[in-house]
Nanobody, 115 residues
Framework: QVQVVESGGGLVQVGDSLRLSCLAS????????MGWYREAPGKEREMVAT???????NLSDSVKGRFTISRDIAKNTLYLQMNNLKAEDTGIYYC?????????WGQGTQVTVSS
């Protein structure tokens, strides 16, 4: 079993930066992918950025050039560096951990970008 806990959300202004963290614990050796997803008010949850086990990143077109996904293996932590934030980046950001036999979501962290 894997557990993930997000942190780092908050209220910022347009153009500001935030870094989200996702701490994984448990049977992390079974992880094949981790990623960040977001849910804006009235919209479906969407993929923001993912990282495969081998470190290959994948970012949605809407955040390319502004967001970076990275990890610290020693700390079992996945990061999402968000720069030049826009009002449309507002939402609840969820960390997802997946393996061959499981998917685990975190509780989410709120990001609000005010104009």
């Amino acid at each position: 079993q894997v557990q993930v806990v997000e942190s780092g959300g908050g209220l910022v202004q347009v153009g500001d930066s935030l870094r989200l963290s996702c701490l994984a614990s448990g049977s992390i050796s079974g992880l094949s992918q981790m990623g960040w997803y977001r849910e804006a008010p009235g919209k479906e949850r969407e993929m923001v950025a993912t990282m495969a086990r081998d470190g290959t990143p994948n970012l949605s077109d809407s955040v390319k050039g502004r967001f970076t996904i990275s990890r610290d293996i020693a700390k079992n932590t996945l990061y999402l560096q968000m720069n030049n934030l826009k009002a449309e980046d507002t939402g609840i950001y969820y960390c997802k951990a997946s393996g061959q036999w499981f998917i685990q979501w975190g509780q989410g962290t709120q990001v609000t970008v005010s104009s």
